[in-house]
Nanobody, 119 residues
Framework: QVHLQESGGGSVQAGGSLKLSCGASGYSLSRACVAWFRQIPGKDREEVARIYTPDGAPFYPSLAKGRFIISRDRSTNTVFLQMNKLKPDDTAVYLC????????????WGQGTQVTVSS
């Protein structure tokens, strides 16, 4: 059984940083396509970072570019999201998702971790 678990969320003041972790059991993230999303109540889920191949360049949408960094540690089967220069608008539940890279949709999702940014 595959399980993704996020951690590292919390409360921080605007301008601060947080580092989220996504650990996996039952599935290797080393060669998977992995992404971080966020969910704000009343809004569509939006992607904030992805890393698609073991050596591929990460992708960031404009909302995250220059502030967020996605990385993976193969030795611990973990994907990270370093978030810097946080803004109150970044307040959301952050979720990681993974799929085989030849799969059209994300197969596995974590339950999310809450990030709250105060002004």
């Amino acid at each position: 059984q595959v399980h993704l678990q996020e951690s590292g969320g919390g409360s921080v003041q605007a301008g601060g940083s947080l580092k989220l972790s996504c650990g996996a059991s039952g599935y290797s993230l080393s060669r998977a396509c992995v992404a971080w999303f966020r969910q704000i109540p009343g809004k569509d889920r939006e992607e904030v970072a992805r890393i698609y191949t073991p050596d591929g360049a990460p992708f960031y949408p404009s909302l995250a570019k220059g502030r967020f960094i996605i990385s993976r540690d193969r030795s611990t089967n973990t994907v990270f999201l370093q978030m810097n220069k946080l803004k109150p608008d970044d307040t959301a539940v952050y979720l990681c998702a993974a799929r085989d890279c030849d799969s059209p949709s994300y197969m596995f999702w974590g339950q999310g971790t809450q990030v709250t940014v105060s002004s």
